[in-house]
């Protein structure tokens, strides 16, 4: 069922050129994801998980290959149309949060509707629903620097679920944060998970891949094993 | 709704770095002040010309005929030799352009000097503004008596000992004392005050009531005038339409009068309001002109300024950049944001300027005879011009900005 497909790439390759030389960074994944799937892409570096995510991400175009998001080839689109699509269908986590410094937790989360044109009011209460769904519907008027990392991570998750995405896609989310909070935030996944929310999560740590459900392991820009796990820890 | 955001995030960003952002803009505060500062006083000297300089000096409708121009610029030695050989003005000449002029309208001969004017307990004023005229030169010159009355034609004629005073001369010399009928002293000669002049204010910072008008045949003449002579003859049309009649007929008897032959230039000068005016709109020109080119660069520099400081700016969010961009931001989005803010920055900027600019004028103003007038148009212009600098600035970091890669921004250090 295509319908279900929330991610379809093929023969997806990637070639950066590196001075004289060519570095081939993916050299043909195919890969399917699923809705509410739980995957964990793994690998070490130099691996291509870093520019598999950023393709994932619409954030880079690849070589060759086909790439179809929630039924769509977006391996084709121009610029403009894959800022929209990041807008809409990928909500991204960073190892670093990377919220607005000097705007409170409220304004951090409505940006990617000001970006969608959702008039002020409706972004304003949307941002405040998705606030509460991560736990920080007291915090809503804090500034980053007013949050603890676990909380900074929280706004950023709730930034990233605020247009219902059709993935969200979290790179390193607890690299930044110590190991009880790590588990805090891999619980919220665990939530989101149950909720029906599919995720991509890019570690390279083996304790964190364990919270997912599937494990894709790269190794010289190739899947090395794709394993599904039925006794994943939540 | 980008708009908004765009500014808000700019206050933001110059609320954060107070000090910063005021080196930034530095430079478009001082064009924007240079420029409010002079356009101001131009303005306020143009409507001071308008509604005071030119009716005072030369009087609504008025023809004012004399030696040479009363208003001139650059004159060279040559001119002057030429001018000081013209023929003077004489009582003769006011009479035949009183019965050869068509045109109806008043004719009076006027002749100024200075001096001292003192009263009979020995109180004594300097620098007095002395007028000998004839009784039309009051209605001419629209000058109102106070109290008393002006004299007459006969008593102009006659050359009675008659003074009217100014309001300023009048309150110097008799303070509270009613000045009417008493008498006072001007270069050795006795008049009788029988009226005084309203309150007419000052022209460039000089007073304009400290001053005494006595019969154009008078005494107080061989003070203003040689024997039979006058500086100025004034013409006041009756009917305004009928200026430039007037003018062809004044200038034919004055040629008829001078034997001047067709190819001899006037011996004499015609002056109007619009004369005096054509004089200045050509000086503020000059001023229009000159002042722009030195505004602009201060706004170059200015806008040099905002482009680095943009710049620096942008690379400082380069990861900021990177995020709006995989949260779904368009070039268009990033540009636009840059735009706004370097037109923001740039903006408060002029704003700052413009402030300064009226304060300088109006100090300007306070401390000198110069006027100053505030005008909502060119407010208008300096912000356009400082949100337009900003903009300018802006585009080459706008588009740097949007033209990072999201993925190599994202790990930017």
């Known amino acids: 069922m295509i319908a279900q497909q929330v991610i379809r790439t093929e023969k997806l390759t990637k070639e950066y050129v590196l001075g004289s030389e060519i570095v081939r960074a993916l050299r043909g994944v195919d890969l399917v994801v699923e809705r509410n799937e739980y995957v964990a892409i793994m690998g070490p570096s130099g691996s291509g998980k870093s520019t598999l995510m950023n393709l994932i991400g619409c954030l880079d175009t690849p070589t060759s290959g086909e790439y179809w998001l929630n039924g769509q080839l977006v391996s084709e689109l121009s610029d403009d149309e894959l800022a929209r699509i990041r807008n809409k269908e990928i909500g991204f986590v960073f190892q670093t949060f990377n919220l607005l410094p000097r705007a409170t937790a409220l304004h951090n989360v409505e940006l990617p509707l000001i970006y969608a044109g959702v008039p002020a009011k409706e972004r304003r209460e949307r941002a405040a629903s998705a606030l509460e769904r991560v736990g920080l519907a007291q915090r809503m008027d804090h500034k980053p620097s007013e949050l603890s990392g676990g909380q900074r991570q929280r706004v950023a998750i709730a930034r990233a679920l605020i247009n219902n995405p059709a993935i969200l896609l979290a790179d390193e989310p607890t690299g930044n944060l110590d190991s009880k909070t790590s588990e805090e935030i891999m619980a919220l996944f665990g939530e989101l998970h149950a909720d029906g929310q599919t995720i991509i999560l890019v570690t390279h740590e083996n304790d964190i891949a364990a919270f997912a459900h599937r494990v894709v392991t790269l190794r010289d820009g190739l899947i090395e094993s794709d394993v599904v796990r039925d006794a994943a820890v939540v | ?413």
């Open chain 2, 1 to 413: 709704m980008l708009l908004g955001e765009g500014i808000r995030l700019a206050l933001q960003q110059i609320r954060a770095q107070k000090l910063k952002s005021f080196f930034a803009v530095i430079g478009v505060v001082i064009g924007v002040m240079f420029l409010m500062t002079v356009v101001t006083v131009i303005e306020g000297m143009n409507r001071y010309m308008k509604e005071d300089f030119a009716r005072t000096i030369y009087g609504l409708n008025t023809i004012t005929l004399s030696r040479w121009p009363e208003v001139q610029i650059n004159t060279s030695a040559e001119q002057w030799r030429e001018w000081i050989r013209r023929p003077r003005l004489t009582f003769e000449d006011a009479d035949a352009i009183r019965e050869q002029l068509d045109v109806p309208a008043l004719v009076a001969v006027e002749s100024g000097g200075g001096g001292r004017v003192a009263a009979e307990d020995g109180t004594e004023i300097e620098n007095v503004w002395l007028t000998t005229a004839s009784a039309d030169y009051f209605r001419i010159r629209e000058l109102k008596i106070a109290r008393g009355r002006a004299f007459t034609a006969p008593e102009d004629r006659i050359g009675a000992p008659v003074v009217i005073l100014g309001h300023e001369a009048a309150q110097k010399l008799f303070g509270d004392r009613d000045p009417l009928g008493r008498m006072v002293k001007i270069a050795g000669h006795r008049f009788r005050v029988i009226g005084v002049l309203e309150k007419q204010g000052t022209l460039f910072g000089m007073s304009l009531d400290n001053r005494a008008i006595a019969p154009s045949r008078s005494m107080l003449a061989r003070v203003t005038a040689p024997h039979g002579v006058v500086d100025d003859i004034l013409i006041r049309v009756d009917d305004p339409d009928q200026m430039q009649q007037a003018l062809m007929e004044v200038e034919a008897i004055m040629r008829v009068r001078h034997r001047l032959r067709p190819d001899q230039p006037n011996d004499f000068a015609l002056d109007t309001a619009d004369d005096s005016m054509a004089f200045w709109t050509r000086i503020s020109r000059i001023l229009y002109l000159a002042f722009p080119t030195l505004v602009g660069i201060a706004l170059v520099v200015g806008g040099m300024v905002i482009m680095n400081i943009m710049l620096v700016s942008v690379m400082e969010r380069t990861r900021e950049i990177g995020m709006r961009k995989a949260i779904g931001a368009r070039r268009r989005d990033i540009i636009f944001q840059v735009l706004i803010e370097s037109a923001t920055l740039s903006g408060f900027g002029a704003l700052i300027g413009i402030g300064i600019g009226i304060g300088l004028a109006q100090l300007v103003a306070a401390v000198s005879p110069l006027p100053a007038s505030i005008s909502p148009v060119w407010i208008a212009v300096s912000v356009a011009l400082g949100a337009g600098v900003g903009i300018v600035a802006g585009l080459y970091p706008a588009s740097r900005a949007a033209r990072l890669d999201p993925v190599v921004a994202l790990r930017y250090e």
